[in-house]
C-alpha cells in the first residue's frame, strides 16, 4: 500500500510510505518452511529424549528429576530447534568503535551454534550498516572525543549517587539547559538510560484512571513504563489515524469501563521512527486530532532526534510545527550523539515535577561526566555554536544518504518498509532459513547487518535491518549495495513486484528544503 | 517475549492463524496429502478419500486441540500455558473469521469424503467418527473443559 499524502494543508511535503505486501507465495514458502522446522524440531526432541542424541541444554539435576519442573519445555521449543542453529547472527562481539567501520572478533562453533570458541583472529573493516550512529558521532578521535577525554581527567568516570543526592554536577545543568534549547522547549531534563527514561517516568505522568492509547509498534520501554503505570491501555494500529479517532471518541463518549467516570487524563503513546518498520508517525495529524479531544502527546524521538529535520531538530522540524504542541518530548543520545543516556523535554513545570516524582531521578545514577560532554559537544556541533558547518553538513549527508540508500535498494527489486525520508531501512527477507543466510553472507563479504524473525516480527515479516550514517561516504554505500544485490541474487529476495519510476536526480542541497515550505 | 519484539502483541501464536497466506498454505498442504497418498497403488479411490480424511482429523486434533502452550516465552508469565492452540486463538474469543475457517474445512472434507466413498456404512462410521472427534472440541461450550481430566496439565 503506497501512501502519499497531500493532507489538507496538514503536511508542507510529501508523506511517502511503503508497506508491500508479503507475495502470497512467498507467504506460503515460510509457513512450508516454519512447518518443516517444526517437524525436524519434534524429531530432534525424540532424539535428544531417548538418548541417541546428546542434549546440549540446561537440564536438572539427576536428584531433582521428580520434582515439579521450573520451566515447561515446550516454551523453549523455539529457542533450542530454531533460534539456536542460526544463532550466530547475533551477539557478535565487536572490538573498536562501532563507526561507519568496525572490527568484529572472529568466533566458529564446533557443535552447531550451542558453544563459540575464538579464533584468536580479528575481522577488520567490516562496514557496518546496524549501529545507531546517524550522525557518524561514534568516532575514536575529533572533537568530541577530546572535550570528553578532558572532562573524563577533571571529573573522573563515575558521579556515585543519584541526581537527588550527590550527584548533580554543574555539567548536568550544562546539558540540561542546552537540551532545552536545542529542543525549543522551556526546560529539559536528562537520565542516565534511555529504555529507564521511558519506563520509569512514564509512571509518573499517569496512574490508575488514567487512559493510555499506544501504537502498536511501540517500543518494549514505551509498554513496559504503561504498564507499570497501572493505567488503561488501548492499542491502535499503527500509524492509523482513524483507528487513534475511533479510540478517542469511544473513551471520551464511555468514561472508564464500569464506573462510566471521565478519564483523569489521556496519553498518547507514539514514537518519531520505529526502528523496525522504519515509518515515521504522522503527527501532523496526531497533533491535530489531540487539540480536538483535549488529550495529551508523548512523543518519543529515540531514533528521529538528529536524524530527522534540516537541522536535525527530529520530527517536530522536519513536519515544520511547533515543539509547544507536543507535551512530552522524550529522545535518546544514544543514537544520534553517540553517548548514552534519555532526556525528557516540556514546560517547566512538568519537568520540575519530574525531577521530583521520578523513580530515575530519584534512584538512578546520573549520567557519567564523559559523557556529558560527548552529548553537548555533538549537540553544539550539530547546532553550529562551535563555529564549523561540520553539523549540518553531516545532517544534510545523512539525508543524502537516505534517499540514495533507499532509492538503489528499490530499483534493485527488493521490498524495502517504511517512509522515504527515514535513516532505518528494513529489508525484507521472509522465510527463516534466509534469517540465518542473510546474516553469515554478508559477514563473508565484510558487511554487518542485524536480522530479526518471529516472534520479534509477525511470522511472515522477517527482516534484515540497515541504519545508515553520515559516516558512510557514497563509495561505503556503493560497496554494500553491491553486496547486498549479489546476496539478494543468490538468496532470491528480489520480490518487489512495484517497479520504480526514475524521478529526475537533483541533487540534493539546502534549497530542497526551503522549496518545499509554504 | 516481550523483550527483544518489535510490537506489543502479548502472544503471537493468536495470530498466526490470521496471518496472510496460512489459510491458502493449509489447503494447498491437505491436497498435497491427498495426491500423496493417491499416489500409492494398492488403495482405491474410497479408501485414498476416507484415509485423507482421517489423516487430516488426527493432525488436526494434535495441533489444534493436544498441544498445549506456545513454543517461546511469553510476557504474561504463562498464562496461555494451559491452553491449546485452538483456545488461544485471538486470546479466546470466540466465532472469529479463522475460527470459522478451521470449522468448516473438515466439514467441507467430510462431505468430499462422503460422496467419493459412495456413501458406504463402513466408511460412513469412520469418517463420521473422526469428524466429531475435530468438531466437538471447537464448540464455544468445549472451550477450555478437559474431558475425564485429560491433557489438563
Known amino acids: ?518 | 517475549m516481550n523483550v527483544g519484539v518489535a510490537h506489543s502483541e502479548v502472544n503471537p501464536n493468536t495470530r498466526v492463524m490470521n496471518s496472510r497466506g496460512i489459510w491458502l498454505a493449509y489447503v494447498i498442504s491437505v491436497g498435497v496429502l491427498h495426491v500423496v497418498l493417491l499416489s500409492i497403488p494398492f488403495f482405491s479411490v474410497p479408501v485414498v478419500w476416507t484415509l485423507t480424511n482421517v489423516i487430516h482429523n488426527l493432525v488436526m486434533y494434535l495441533l489444534l486441540h493436544t498441544v498445549k502452550g506456545t513454543p517461546f516465552e511469553t510476557p504474561d508469565q504463562g498464562k496461555d500455558r494451559l491452553l491449546t492452540h485452538w483456545e488461544q486463538i485471538d486470546y479466546g474469543t470466540q466465532c472469529t473469521s479463522s475460527r470459522k475457517f478451521l470449522s468448516i474445512s473438515p466439514v467441507v472434507l467430510y462431505l468430499l469424503t462422503s460422496f467419493y466413498t459412495k456413501y458406504d456404512p463402513a466408511h460412513f462410521l469412520i469418517n463420521t467418527a473422526s469428524l466429531l472427534s475435530v468438531l466437538l472440541p471447537k464448540l464455544p461450550q468445549f472451550h477450555g473443559v478437559r474431558v475425564f481430566g485429560i491433557n489438563k496439565y
Not at chain 1, 530454531?82 to 563507526?99: A, E, F, H, K, T
Request: hydrophobic share 40%.
Open chain 1, 1 to 518: 500500500i503506497n501512501h502519499i499524502v497531500h493532507n489538507g494543508g496538514l503536511y508542507k511535503r510529501p508523506f511517502n510510505e511503503d508497506f508491500e505486501e508479503t507475495p502470497m507465495l512467498v507467504a506460503v514458502l515460510t509457513y512450508v518452511g516454519y512447518g518443516v522446522l517444526t517437524l525436524f524440531g519434534y524429531l530432534r526432541d525424540f532424539m535428544r529424549q531417548w538418548k541417541i542424541e546428546k542434549c546440549q541444554n540446561a537440564t536438572e539435576r539427576e536428584e531433582q528429576k521428580d520434582f515439579v519442573p521450573l520451566y515447561q519445555d515446550f516454551e523453549n521449543f523455539y529457542n533450542r530447534n530454531l533460534y539456536m542453529r542460526i544463532r550466530d547472527s547475533w551477539n557478535r562481539p565487536i572490538c573498536s568503535v562501532p563507526g561507519a567501520k568496525v572490527d568484529m572478533m572472529e568466533r566458529i562453533s564446533h557443535d552447531y551454534n550451542w558453544t563459540f570458541t575464538y579464533t584468536g583472529r580479528v575481522i577488520k573493516d567490516i562496514i557496518n550498516m546496524g549501529s545507531y550512529n546517524y550522525l557518524g558521532f561514534a568516532q575514536k578521535a575529533g572533537t568530541c572525543q577530546e572535550a570528553a577525554a578532558k572532562v573524563l581527567s577533571q571529573y573522573g568516570a563515575g558521579v556515585c549517587s543519584t541526581r537527588q543526592e550527590m550527584g548533580n554536577l554543574d555539567k548536568h545543568e550544562e546539558l540540561e539547559k542546552l537540551v532545552a534549547r536545542f529542543l525549543g522547549v522551556e526546560s529539559a531534563m536528562a537520565y542516565g538510560m534511555g529504555f529507564a527514561t521511558n519506563s520509569m517516568n512514564i509512571p509518573a505522568l499517569v496512574g490508575k484512571g488514567c487512559l493510555i492509547l499506544s501504537d502498536e509498534l511501540n517500543h518494549a520501554s514505551l509498554v513496559l513504563g504503561a504498564r507499570l503505570s497501572g493505567a488503561t491501555i488501548r492499542i491502535f494500529k499503527h500509524n492509523n489515524m482513524q483507528s487513534l479517532e475511533k479510540l478517542l471518541k469511544d473513551a471520551i463518549v464511555h468514561g472508564q469501563p464500569r464506573t462510566r467516570r471521565p478519564w483523569k487524563k489521556i496519553l498518547i503513546l507514539v514514537e518519531g521512527i520505529y526502528s523496525m518498520e522504519g515509518s515515521i508517525v504522522r503527527l501532523p495529524e496526531v497533533i491535530a486530532l489531540k487539540k480536538k479531544y483535549k488529550s495529551y502527546l508523548y512523543l518519543d524521538e529515540a531514533h528521529s532526534i538528529g536524524a530527522l529535520g534540516p537541522t536535525g531538530r527530529g520530527v517536530v522540524e522536519y513536519f515544520g510545527l511547533s515543539p509547544e504542541d507536543v507535551d512530552v518530548m522524550m529522545g535518546t543520545f544514544t543514537k544520534s550523539f553517540g553517548a548514552a543516556g534519555g532526556y525528557i523535554g516540556g514546560k517547566k513545570e512538568l519537568i520540575d515535577y519530574l525531577r521530583t516524582y521520578s523513580h530515575s531521578a530519584v534512584y538512578a545514577t546520573s549520567l557519567s561526566p564523559p559523557v556529558v560532554e560527548q552529548i553537548i559537544t555533538s549537540m553544539k556541533c550539530i547546532m553550529g555554536e562551535d563555529g564549523t558547518t561540520v553539523g549540518k553538513a553531516r545532517v544534510q549527508q545523512l539525508a543524502e544518504n537516505t534517499r540514495y540508500f533507499r532509492r538503489r535498494l528499490k530499483e534493485m527489486g527488493f521490498i524495502i518498509y517504511g517512509n522515504e525520508d527515514s535513516p532505518v531501512v528494513p529489508l525484507m527477507l521472509y522465510m527463516p532459513a534466509k534469517i540465518g543466510a542473510f546474516g553469515r553472507e554478508m559477514l563473508k563479504r565484510n558487511i554487518g547487518v542485524v536480522v530479526v524473525g518471529f516472534p520479534a516480527t509477525p511470522i511472515i515479516e522477517s527482516r534484515a535491518r540497515f541504519c545508515l550514517s553520515a559516516a558512510h561516504t557514497k563509495e561505503m554505500l556503493d560497496t554494500a549495495l553491491k553486496e547486498i544485490s549479489e546476496v539478494g541474487d543468490l538468496l532470491q529476495l528480489k520480490y518487489s513486484r512495484h517497479r520504480l519510476v526514475p524521478l529526475l536526480d537533483r541533487p540534493f542541497d539546502e534549497t530542497t528544503y526551503e522549496e518545499t515550505e509554504d
